[in-house]
């Protein structure tokens, strides 16, 4: 992977073989706020609506920051992006697989996944460590 931030999105994915996917206001937390074009990003289709966790890796293509509602104090930092496919998941990962890795202090990037997507159950964008980003790797071939 290049250097530089990884970041991840859970969201609905209606198409989990689609070539590109669009994201429209997505909720940014963990530092999700701060991704750019050209960052890798894994992208895990939500259990929420129908789907089964880590199924690619992609670029971002484009980003573009959400504008705040005027009048309301606070706000959950929101991106719209696209992205475009450059790996496909060979190995399942979701929170079945992620459940037993529950305390976050543990250190395990196992442990930071389960914590930044599951401890809410909120689809959002996450920005990852370097481990949890090279743990994620190891889904790929």
């Given amino acids: 992977m290049p250097p530089g931030p990884t970041y991840a ?10 070539a590109t996917f669009v994201f429209s206001r997505q909720k940014t937390m963990y530092g999700g706020k701060h991704v750019r074009a050209g960052d890798v990003i ?12 880590l199924i690619a890796r992609g670029v971002v293509t484009a ?6 509602i005027p009048g309301v104090d606070r706000q ?9 496919r450059t790996a496909t998941a060979t190995r399942p990962l979701g929170r079945r697989e992620l459940k037993p890795f ?3 202090r ?27 980003a090279a743990f994620l790797d190891g889904h790929f071939i």
């Fill in 9 to 18: 999105i859970k969201a609905e994915i209606p198409d989990p073989a689609a």
């Fill in 42 to 53: 894994f992208l895990f289709a939500s259990e929420n609506e129908g789907g089964h966790g």
């Fill in 63 to 68: 980003v573009e920051a959400v504008p705040r």
């Fill in 76 to 84: 959950t930092p929101r991106i719209s992006l696209s992205v475009r």
């Fill in 102 to 104: 529950a305390d976050p």
């Fill in 106 to 132: 543990d250190g395990a990037p196992a442990a930071e996944l389960n914590f930044k997507f599951y401890r809410q159950a909120t689809n959002k964008v996450v920005c990852l460590s370097d481990e949890a």
